[in-house]
């Protein structure tokens, strides 16, 4: 009995979908665009905005990280490569809003979910 309750307290039960974090670095003007395009993933692709900070390289730009599920991966993947090679009805690039904003993306690191500095709203 003994034995049992040391392996079970040892045990940890991951809850939640896997998934990555990912850092979107954007310029402050574009703040409100882009987060409104992230939020737009939010309802469509399950993908959630965790937190936004200025960016440690410059203070121009704000860091967003996001979680992505595994199962939405290809869903982001698919956005990026519709801007590259696909056009709307005007002959904008597909998903431009998003893309066009977006100065660089990389994996996250366990430094990123925390806030640095808080970002005011509007």
Request: zero cysteines.
């Amino acid at each position: 009995m003994e034995q049992e309750r040391k392996s079970s307290a040892s045990e940890v039960d991951v809850v939640g979908e896997p998934g990555f974090y990912l850092d979107v670095e954007f310029s402050v003007s574009e703040k409100d665009k882009v987060l409104q395009s992230i939020e737009n993933l939010r309802g469509k692709a399950k993908i959630e905005l965790m937190s936004v900070s200025v960016s440690p390289n410059s203070n121009e730009y704000l860091e967003a990280t996001l979680f992505v599920p595994d199962s939405k991966k290809n869903d982001f993947t698919k956005k990026i490569t519709a801007y590259e090679n696909e056009e709307t009805k005007t002959g904008k690039p597909k998903n431009e809003t998003l893309v066009s904003r977006i100065e660089s993306f990389f994996l996250s690191s366990v430094t990123s979910l925390f806030v640095r500095i808080q970002v005011g709203g509007g």
